[in-house]
């Protein structure tokens, strides 16, 4: 019989054998988990239920890219045609003005003097001849010239007295003197009338000289008031009052913005390609809507430097929205009627610079490497990688490979 000691040295033994075997029922309870066996995992990939679209031709047409800007339709730099000093500038940069609308004005009273100067030697030319300014030099008579019908009275005068020496002479009652003097009066009476003809046409010359120095002198005039060439925009103002300026000096720099023009140049490989009246479609930083126009002017010859050639087009701008300087790009349409290959934006991935479509054969999505070109509207061009008649998944994203059916919700894209 086993002594209280022996029992109680033997209880350590006892209690660590049920501890271990207490943690082993505890294991056994709540963590091992048999491992589910092979044979119960699907042998192959649910069917997905997706959106196809077929591969086929459809119209794309052939641009040709190009880069320029927008220019303005008209630009001048309006100066002086009379030299003087600035008296006034009524305009300033962003201005609109409508021709003939005056930009700026000179002191005028150097040639208003000279006017009045003109006006009075023209009338001293007129009453030479005992004429008006007004009366048109075309319908001057000039035998009614004060001067010239003073002589011709004198020459009818010395011709009757002729006619009566002449009687006299017939009866004997004159001498070959007297005949011979009479003979002289005509003579000079007729020099001196012929004298006062020539006289009277110098005269008329000279009232048309007076009358071009007076109008002269009123355009000089005029030109004080330096006017709007065209309807336009103020981009620069180059004169202040009090400044001085000559001949041709710059006031204003006017702009005409409406129309706009698109100049642009394309490479000498499509220089042959290019003519007037093809549509060409403007794109503008910031603008949502590309503008389209028709190309207008064509240059004659190459840029030698860069070997391009530059045309134009004309852009509406009626509110003056657009800017002239901003940069543009512009595709022109070569051939309306091509076709390409082209499938939605959607139907093509990329991952890793390469780009794929999810082909369909036989109810079966396989990966499909294709090589794309120009895009449009939501629309990708292929150029390699499908034929017409080709069957892909219209979103990309959805695609994997295993067996597909076409959907017939168009919200319900999942798998089966």
């Not at 390699?384 to 894209?413: F, I, M, S, W, Y």
Request: net charge negative; charged share 20%.
């Amino acid at each position: 019989m086993n002594s209280p000691r022996s029992e109680l040295a033997a209880s350590p033994c006892v209690l660590t054998m049920v501890s271990v075997m207490g943690v082993g029922l505890a294991l056994g309870c709540g963590v091992y988990t048999p491992a589910t066996s092979t044979a119960d995992a699907p042998s192959h990939p649910s069917t997905l239920r997706v959106k196809t679209v077929t591969v086929s031709p459809r119209p794309w047409h052939t641009t040709v890219r190009s880069q320029g800007g927008l220019v303005a339709d008209e630009a001048a730099v309006v100066g002086a045609k009379l030299a003087g000093r600035v008296a006034s500038v009524a305009v300033d940069v962003g201005d609109f003005v409508h021709q003939g609308d005056a930009l700026a004005r000179l002191e005028d009273q150097e040639p208003r003097l000279l006017v009045a100067q003109a006006e009075a030697q023209l009338a001293q030319a007129c009453a030479a001849i005992g004429v008006t300014p007004e009366v048109p030099l075309d319908k001057l008579d000039k035998t009614q010239a004060p001067p010239v019908k003073q002589e011709h009275a004198v020459l009818r005068e010395a011709q009757a007295n002729l006619e009566r020496t002449k009687q006299l002479q017939a009866q004997n009652a004159v001498t070959a003197a007297d005949m011979e003097q009479r003979l002289a009066a005509v003579s000079v009476a007729e020099a001196r009338y012929a004298s006062a003809l020539n006289a009277v046409e110098e005269k008329i010359a000279l009232i048309g000289v007076r009358r071009a120095e007076l109008a002269l002198a009123k355009e000089n005039l005029t030109h004080t008031a330096i006017v709007a060439p065209f309807d336009g925009l103020i981009q620069a103002r180059q004169a202040a009052p009090g400044s001085y300026v000559r001949v041709g000096d710059p006031v204003a720099t006017l702009v005409r913005t409406d129309p706009l023009r698109y100049r642009g140049s394309v490479p000498e490989r499509h220089a042959m390609r290019i003519q007037t009246g093809q549509k060409v479609i403007v794109s503008l930083e910031g603008e949502a809507e590309p503008i389209a126009a028709r190309i207008s002017r064509i240059s004659p010859a190459l840029d030698e430097a860069s070997r391009a050639l530059t045309f134009e087009a004309d852009l509406p701008n009626p509110h003056g929205r657009l800017r002239t300087g901003l940069f543009a790009e512009a595709e022109i349409v070569i051939d309306a009627n091509a076709q390409t290959l082209a499938v939605p934006e959607s139907a093509v991935t990329e991952f890793a610079g390469v780009e794929k479509v999810w082909l369909v054969k036989d109810g079966t999505a396989v990966e499909q490497a294709v090589q794309s070109g120009r895009r449009d509207h939501g629309w990708v061009e292929i150029i390699d990688g499908l034929a017409a008649g080709n069957t892909v998944l219209k979103n990309a994203h959805q695609g994997r490979a295993g067996p597909v059916v076409l959907a017939t919700d168009e919200a319900a894209v999942g798998s089966e």
